[in-house]
């Protein structure tokens, strides 16, 4: 990984990864609602509701899965100094937020006529609130410092904190009783959806994680033509001042004529 800590080699590799990012998003999605939307069957007791969950089941896993990658991420940058790490924790923040909000919302359009009520504040949808307040807490906080490095660093330590709410999203319906559905792709002894559901489902989780991608490597993009700029204009601005200082200083060395 240390490879990849010099910015110039890690945009090599990221233009490369963009399109092929782009084109697999692009392709599963059309794939994946296609299937979800036309051609998967209906639920025996959910009915045509149970579509939402093509999009509600994937956006939760995406919500989680930035969550850990930011947590590895900041350990990287706190240990060894990772500069693009830490930029990646700053990029990945947003979208997941984005996608713990989408999962959220279609969470409460799906409960509604399931539960007969938009929110139930059961262990799962709990944890998972908490888990948007910190992506949100994570982003005000890497932006309330003047100095941008410590800013990363504050929100690196509060990524590995609140990575402790990962485990308790995951086991939270085994561990209390709750309205929300146990597993059911993610199972030891396999999936029980069938697979006419299965498959759509899949196929949207590999957009979803396809889209990420794409768009994460454009934010460490502009993150890191941001910090370009920032330095030279720093270079431009200490050089316009050591040029004031020399211009005022000129006129003391001259030596009396005649």
Same mark, same amino acid.
Request: net charge neutral; glycine share 10%; charged share 25%.
């Given at each position: 990984m240390h490879r990849f800590a010099n910015p110039a080699r890690f945009l090599r590799l990221s233009a490369a990864l963009r399109p092929w990012a782009l084109g697999v998003a692009l392709l599963t999605l059309a794939a994946g609602l296609w299937l979800a939307l036309f051609d998967s069957p209906p639920d025996y007791q959910q009915g045509e509701t149970v579509r939402i969950m093509y999009v509600h089941v994937p956006s939760a896993w995406m919500a989680m899965m930035v969550y850990a990658s930011m947590a590895v991420a900041s350990a990287v940058g706190l240990v060894w100094k990772h500069p693009v790490a830490e930029l990646y924790t700053k990029a990945a923040a947003p979208l997941g937020a984005g996608f713990t909000a989408l999962c959220l919302l279609t969470g409460s359009l799906w409960g509604q006529p399931m539960w007969g009520t938009w929110w139930v504040w059961d262990a799962r949808l709990t944890s998972v609130l908490i888990l948007f307040f910190i992506y949100l807490g994570y982003i005000v906080l890497v932006s309330a410092f003047d100095d941008p490095q410590r800013g990363l660093k504050a929100g690196a330590v509060l990524t590995l904190v609140g990575a402790v709410n990962l485990p308790v999203i995951k086991f939270s319906v085994d561990w209390w009783n709750t309205l929300h559905q146990p597993a059911s792709v993610m199972k030891l002894d396999g999936p029980s959806l069938d697979p006419a559901m299965l498959w759509p489902l899949l196929l949207m989780a590999v957009a979803f994680t396809a889209l990420f991608?794409? $768009?994460?490597? $454009?934010?460490?993009?502009?993150?890191?033509?941001?910090?370009?700029?920032?330095?030279?204009?720093?270079?431009?601005?200490?050089?316009?001042?050591?040029?004031?200082?020399? @211009?005022?200083?000129?006129?003391?060395?001259?030596?009396?004529? @005649?």
């Open positions: 991608v794409w $768009l994460v490597l $454009l934010r460490i993009e502009t993150e890191i033509a941001e910090r370009r700029i920032r330095a030279l204009r720093l270079a431009t601005a200490m050089a316009a001042t050591n040029r004031g200082a020399g @211009g005022d200083e000129a006129p003391g060395l001259e030596q009396p004529v @005649g």
